[in-house]
Each structure stands twice: as structure tokens, then as C-alpha cells.
């Protein structure tokens, strides 16, 4: 059974657990009308940090977009260059001389894809 790098990355970990920390009760002690202003004060900053999470997260989805793009732009114009190229050495090699046996002698370079 073979496992791949993406296999991997797919599996859930502590970060994907959805755990609220209103929904546990910390202690036994009964809720006291001072702690509602501390429990909407953590409320508060937690809300605060994950909107400050998402806007970050926005700003990187963006920056992978715009490189996601680039790259697609740096392999077609690789693309064609490589093509250019084999055609170019296809034409020369094709430029031969035939034997007498009525075979095409090459002559060029012996080019290996990888």
C-alpha cells in the first residue's frame, strides 16, 4: 500500500477539531455578573483575531493566485519555446542525405527527452 505526499496533507489534525470554548463549563463555581463583562471581553478578542486571521488569509489566497498565474504564463512561454526548438532540429535533421539504400542519413545532434 503505497502512501503519496498528498495523501498525507489531506488528513485531519488537531487544527481541523471545531472546539468552542463557551461550550465547556471551566468550573463548578455558579456564574457571577462580573464574569459576563470578562466572557464578552474574550469573546471580543477572539473575534478580533480571527477576523484578523481571514484578512490575512484573503491576502495570501490572493498572492497564490497572482503566482499561480505567472507560472502558468512562464510554462507556455517555455512550452513554445521547446517547440520552436524541436522543430528547428527536426528540420535540419530531416535536411539529410539519403543512401543508396534509400535511408535517411541523419545528421545532427541526438537530442533524449527526459
Do not use: E, H, W
Given at each position: 500500500m503505497q502512501t503519496s505526499i498528498?495523501?498525507?496533507?489531506?488528513?485531519?489534525?488537531?487544527h481541523d477539531l471545531r472546539t468552542y470554548t463557551g461550550a465547556v463549563r471551566k468550573s463548578g463555581k455558579?456564574?457571577?455578573?462580573?464574569?459576563?463583562?470578562?466572557?464578552?471581553?474574550?469573546?471580543?478578542n477572539e473575534r478580533d483575531r480571527l477576523e484578523k486571521e481571514l484578512k490575512g488569509l484573503r491576502r495570501r489566497r490572493?498572492?497564490?493566485?497572482r503566482r499561480l498565474r505567472d507560472v502558468e504564463k512562464e510554462m507556455t512561454k517555455l512550452l513554445e519555446k521547446?517547440?520552436?526548438?524541436?522543430v528547428e532540429i527536426r528540420g535540419r535533421a530531416v535536411r539529410g542525405r539519403v543512401s543508396p539504400s534509400g535511408r535517411l542519413e541523419k545528421k545532427g545532434k541526438?537530442?533524449?527527452g527526459y
Open positions: 498528498k495523501d498525507l496533507q489531506n488528513i485531519s489534525g488537531l455558579p456564574a457571577l455578573p462580573t464574569t459576563a463583562i470578562l466572557d464578552l471581553y474574550m469573546r471580543r490572493v498572492q497564490l493566485q521547446a517547440t520552436k526548438t524541436a541526438l537530442i533524449l
